[in-house]
C-alpha cells in the first residue's frame, strides 16, 4: 500500500504534473496571489473574468493543488463553514447568515457549472449528501440537529430525515439506524479539479509560479527598499528566494499552511486530516453496498468519518486520525499515521462488510485551516490592499469557491451580494502558544474518541454516562470551537 506521495486523486491522474517555471526575477503585477489551492485559483479566474487586463501573479510553494485541494475527500458540500450563533453576531445578525447558506448551496452548482464550461473533467455528481447514524446515540444527535436545523428554518428541501430502510436504500452501511439527507452536495476528484481550475485560470491570463515559496508578505513600505510602492501608492510586497513581487494587491490563500507565514503563526491552526482508498469493489460488492448515487457519506460520531464512492469503483475515507501536530507542523509529502491506516481500515470494514478481503491501495493526509472561532474569513483590507481567505475548518471545497468570488469582487471594488455576506471582514482571535494549542486539541479529541467508544453499540458502559460525556463534550465543543459538535 502506498503511504503520501501527496494523495491517491495524484497518483490517479498519472503522478504530480508537469512543473511550471518558478519566479523568473523580480516582479511587478496587479494582483499577486500566494497559494494555489482552490481559494487562490477561484480568486485568480474570476479576477482575470472581471478584470480581463490585470496581470494576475500566482505564487505557490509547490505545484497548484499540492495542498488540501490535491488531497481531500472530493465533497463539495453546502456545510457552512462555522457556527451560525458566531457569524449572526455581525451587523446583519441571522437574515446574513440566511443568505450566506444560500450562497454556499448555489455555490454547489456554480462549481458543477465551470466544470462545464471550462472542460474540467473532475467526476463531477451531484448526488446530495448522508449523514448516517449507527448508534442510538448518534441517532438522537443526528434528530436533535434536525430540530435545530428546522427551528432555524430548514425546511424538507433542505434537510430530509431518512429511515433505517430510507438510509439503506441509498447505501447501505452495516448498524445504520436512520440518516439525514441533504441534497446540495456533489462528489468531485479533487486533484482533477485542482488541475482543470489552474488551466482555466492560465486560459484567462493568470500566470502561476510553482515552487516559489514566499517567505513573507508585507504592506508596501514596510522594510521595502526605498519604501517606492507598487504602481498606484498602496498595495503589499510578497518576498520570495527569486525576489520581491510588487502588486497592488496582495491576497493570502494558504489555508492550513499559514502558520508558515511571520506574523501569522497562531492565525489558522493546521489540523490535520487523513484519508485512505480501497482497491476497485468488484462488482458483488456494490451490489450489496448500492450507493448508486454517489452520495457524500458521513456518520454522526464524534470524530466522524467522511467518504465518497470514486468513479473508478473505490471507496475513500477520511477521518481525523493525528489531529493536530506540535508547534503547527505540517506532514512530509502526505504520509499519515500507520496506527490512523488502521483505525480507517477498521471503519471501511465495519461500516461496509461486503469489502471482504479488499485490500487498501493507498493512505495519505492534509491540513485544513482552523481559525480559533472555528469561523471562516474573507478578508480584504482597501487601505492596504492585503488580503486572505481561508479557515473553511474542512468544508473548504465549496467554500472556497465562494471565497474566490467574494475576494475577486472585492479587490475589483464592486460592491455585490457577496460583499456584505457575514464571513466577510469576520475576525477570530489568535490561537494559544505551545503547549496549551497542542494539550487543547489532542485534549478534546482524546475526549471525542472516549464517548464514541462509550457510544459504540458493542460497548456495555450505562447510557447516562454515555450522554452526560455526550452533552459534556457539546458543552465543551462550545466553548473550545464555537460550534456545538
Ligand atoms: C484530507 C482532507 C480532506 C478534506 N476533505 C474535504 C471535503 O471533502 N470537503 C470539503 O469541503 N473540504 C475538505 N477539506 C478541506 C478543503 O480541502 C480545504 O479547506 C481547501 O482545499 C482549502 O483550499 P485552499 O486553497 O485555501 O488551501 P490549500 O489547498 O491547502 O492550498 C494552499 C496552497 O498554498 C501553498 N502555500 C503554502 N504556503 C505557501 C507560501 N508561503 N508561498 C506560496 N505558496 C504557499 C500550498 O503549497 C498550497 O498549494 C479536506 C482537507 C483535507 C486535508
Known sequence: MRNGEVSYWWRALGGFPPRRASLPGPTEADVCIVGAGYTGLWTAYYLAGL????????????????????????????????????????????????????????????????????????????????????????????????????????????????????????????????????????????????????????RRGVTIYEATPATEI???????????????????????????????????????????????????????????????????????????????????????????????????????????RFGSAVDHLGATQPPTIAALSGVVRRMFPAVGDVRLDHAWCGVLGVPRDWCASVTYDPPSRLGWAGGYTGHGVAAANLAGRTLADLVAGEPSPLTSLPWVGHRSRAWEPEPARWAGVHGLYALYRLADRLEAPSADRGGQARVMLGEA???????????PH
Open 51 to 202: 478584470r480581463p487586463q490585470a496581470r494576475i501573479v500566482v505564487l505557490e510553494a509547490a505545484f497548484a493543488g499540492y495542498g488540501a485541494s490535491g488531497r481531500n475527500g472530493g465533497w463539495v458540500t453546502s456545510e457552512l463553514p462555522g457556527s451560525r450563533a458566531v457569524y449572526a453576531r455581525g451587523p446583519r445578525g441571522a437574515a446574513g447568515v440566511r443568505d450566506l447558506e444560500a450562497e454556499l448551496r448555489s455555490t454547489v452548482d456554480e462549481v458543477g457549472r465551470v466544470c462545464e464550461t471550462e472542460s474540467i473533467d473532475c467526476d463531477f455528481v451531484r448526488g446530495g449528501r448522508l449523514s448516517v447514524a449507527t448508534s442510538p446515540a448518534q441517532l438522537a444527535r443526528l434528530r436533535a440537529a434536525l430540530a435545530q436545523l428546522r427551528a432555524w428554518g430548514d425546511g424538507d428541501d433542505v434537510y430530509t430525515f431518512l429511515s433505517r430502510d430510507e438510509t439503506s436504500e441509498r447505501i447501505n452501511v452495516a448498524g445504520a439506524l436512520g440518516g439525514l439527507y441533504a441534497p446540495d452536495s456533489a462528489r468531485v476528484q479533487p486533484a482533477a479539479l485542482a488541475a482543470g481550475l489552474a488551466a482555466a485560470a492560465e
Open 473 to 483: 463534550l457539546g458543552r465543551a465543543g462550545d466553548v473550545v470551537s464555537g460550534i
Open 218 to 324: 508585507v504592506p508596501v513600505g514596510a522594510g521595502t527598499a526605498g519604501g517606492a510602492g507598487a504602481p498606484g501608492g498602496a498595495g503589499g510586497v510578497a518576498r520570495t528566494v527569486f525576489g520581491d513581487v510588487r502588486a497592488r494587491s496582495v491576497l493570502r490563500c494558504t489555508e492550513g499552511f499559514t502558520a508558515g507565514l511571520p506574523g501569522s503563526r497562531r492565525a489558522l491552526l493546521p489540523m490535520n486530516s487523513s484519508m485512505v482508498v480501497t482497491e476497485p469493489l468488484p462488482a458483488a460488492a456494490w451490489k450489496q453496498i448500492g450507493w448508486d448515487g454517489f452520495e457524500t457519506l458521513s456518520d454522526e460520531a464524534h470524530a466522524y468519518v467522511y467518504a465518497q464512492r470514486t468513479a473508478d469503483g473505490r471507496i475513500a475515507i477520511g477521518g481525523r486520525g493525528v489531529p493536530y
